[in-house]
C-alpha cells in the first residue's frame, strides 16, 4: 500500500522549487516524488486518490515523503484538501520579493512563448503576475487552518545569499541530517533562459505531456532535472539580452505593492519591508485595497 506523504512544499512559484526539489531527491532520509508538480489538489483532484497515491509506490521506510507543487498556495480548494487528508502535515512556503517574483514569472512566461510583449502590457493585461504576489491573502487560509510551526515559511533572498545555511535550515524543519552541497547546487537552477530551437522546444514539451499521459514518471522527472538536456534545447540569457522593467514601471510597482508587504509583516511577524526595500507608509491597510490592479 502507497504511504501518503507527511510533506508538501506548496509555494510560491519563482522561488527555487526546483532547486529544493533537486535537493530533497538527494538525500537517503527522503522520498520525493519522480516529477515535481503533481497538482493533485488544485487541478487533478478529479483523477482520484489512487492516481495520487501511485506517486509515492516506491516511498519505503523514508522519514519524509513528500511532493512540490507551487500553485497550492493560491487555491484554497487545495488547502482544505490537504487538510482533510493529513491535518499534521508539514508544509513549506518560500516567499520572494513581489516585484522580483513578477518579472521573472514574466520572463518564464516569454521563454514558453506563452506571453508577447514588455514586462508593462503583461502586468495590465494578466491578473495572475500582480496577484500571485500577494502572499498575505493565500497565506491567510493555511494559517487558519494549520498550526503556525507546521508551515515552515523561508525567504528566497536568503537561499540565493547562502544556498548551504538555507538547505540546513529545511533538514532542520524536517528533522532530517544536512546534507553536504556540491557545485552544481551552489549556482541557479532555473536562470533565465530562451530556446535555442523553438521547434525543439515545442517538441520537447509535447514528449513531456506524452510521458505524463502514459504514466513514465521516472523517465521524465529525469530528463526534466537534466541540466545536459536543458542545455541542448534553451540558453542562458545573456545581461544585454535580457528584458527590463522600466523606472516608472517598477515605481509603480513597488506602490502598488507596499500595503500588501505590509500586511504580510504583520501576518508572520517578519521585517520584510527593510529586506526588500520597500517604504513603510501610515496608511492603514484595510482602507486601501491591496493588490488593486496595474494600470
Not at 3 to 8: M, Y
Not at 9 to 22: E, H, M, P, R, V
Not at 53 to 59: D, Q, R, S, Y
Not at 83 to 90: G, L, R, V
Request: proline share 5%.
Amino acid at each position: 500500500m502507497s504511504r501518503r506523504p507527511n510533506f508538501i512544499y506548496i509555494g510560491t512559484s519563482k522561488a527555487g522549487s526546483t532547486w529544493l526539489f533537486d535537493l530533497l531527491s538527494r538525500h537517503p532520509d527522503v522520498f520525493m516524488t519522480p516529477v515535481k508538480g503533481l497538482y493533485f489538489f488544485d487541478h487533478h483532484f478529479e483523477k482520484g486518490w489512487q492516481w495520487y497515491l501511485e506517486h509515492f509506490a516506491e516511498a519505503a521506510k523514508e522519514k519524509i515523503v513528500g511532493e512540490i507543487s507551487h500553485s497550492y498556495l493560491y487555491s484554497s480548494r487545495a488547502c482544505e484538501q490537504i487538510a482533510e487528508m493529513d491535518p499534521n502535515i508539514q508544509l513549506m512556503v518560500c516567499l520572494r520579493e513581489p516585484m522580483d517574483r513578477a518579472f521573472s514569472m514574466y520572463l518564464d512566461g516569454i521563454r514558453n512563448e506563452k506571453w508577447t510583449g514588455s514586462f508593462e502590457q503583461r502586468c495590465g493585461d494578466t491578473s495572475e503576475i500582480i496577484e500571485e504576489g500577494c502572499y498575505a491573502k493565500f497565506l491567510q487560509p493555511y494559517l487558519d487552518r494549520f498550526p503556525r510551526d507546521q508551515i515552515h515559511i523561508t525567504l528566497f533572498d536568503d537561499l540565493k545569499r547562502d544556498p548551504e545555511r538555507y538547505a540546513a535550515g529545511v533538514c532542520d524543519a524536517l528533522g532530517i541530517s544536512h546534507l553536504p552541497l556540491g557545485p552544481r547546487m551552489r549556482t541557479k537552477v532555473m536562470p533565465a533562459c530562451l530556446p535555442r530551437n523553438k521547434h525543439l522546444a515545442a517538441f520537447s514539451k509535447q514528449m513531456s505531456q506524452t510521458c505524463r499521459r502514459l504514466g513514465w514518471k521516472k523517465l521524465r522527472g529525469r530528463v526534466k532535472r537534466s541540466r545536459l538536456v536543458r542545455s541542448l534545447i534553451y540558453r542562458e540569457v545573456a545581461d544585454d539580452d535580457r528584458a527590463t522593467v522600466s523606472p516608472e514601471a517598477h515605481a509603480e510597482l513597488k506602490q502598488l505593492f507596499t500595503p500588501e508587504v505590509q500586511r504580510l509583516e504583520e501576518l508572520l511577524g517578519m521585517n520584510l519591508c527593510d529586506r526588500w526595500g520597500y517604504k513603510r507608509t501610515h496608511e492603514t491597510l484595510n482602507s486601501r485595497k491591496a493588490c488593486v490592479p496595474y494600470q
